[in-house]
């Protein structure tokens, strides 16, 4: 069992970065996955980016890559998200979630919402044009 709170979140201008960090507690944190997730208003929830429970392994949707960072630190619990180059279409509620596995999968597998048994509450982002 994971409990996850994410912080970090904020307005910023178009071009300013944020970095939004996921805390987690409870027992055995390097074992899990981990993924960030957006949703934006009237939109449905996509994936952002992922890390294997070892962090040598990142996923991110086309939409962030070479913009969006995911990292985690096994030692302080923690998995990150380094936001740079913001776009207004970036705008949205960001969640982390995590699922217990130490089992190398498919890209595809890391994407998919319905993997990951624990989110957090999610961090309002917002990207002023």
């Known amino acids: 069992q994971v409990q996850l709170v994410e912080s970090g979140g904020g307005l910023v201008q178009a071009g300013g970065s944020l970095r939004l960090s996921c805390a987690a507690s409870?027992?055995?944190?390097?074992?899990?996955?981990m993924g960030w997730f957006r949703q934006a208003p009237g939109k449905e929830r996509e994936f952002v980016a992922a890390?294997?429970?070892?962090?040598?392994?990142?996923y991110y949707a086309d939409s962030v890559k070479d913009r969006f960072t995911i990292s985690r630190d096994n030692a302080e619990n923690t998995a990150n998200l380094q936001m740079n180059s913001l776009k207004p279409e970036d705008t949205a509620v960001y969640y982390c979630a995590a699922r217990p596995s130490r089992t190398s999968y498919s890209s595809s597998y890391y994407r998919r919402g319905d993997v990951y048994g624990f989110w957090g509450q999610g961090t309002q982002v917002t990207v002023s044009s």
């Open positions: 409870g027992h055995s944190f390097s074992s899990y996955i």
């Open positions: 890390i294997s429970w070892s962090g040598g392994s990142t």
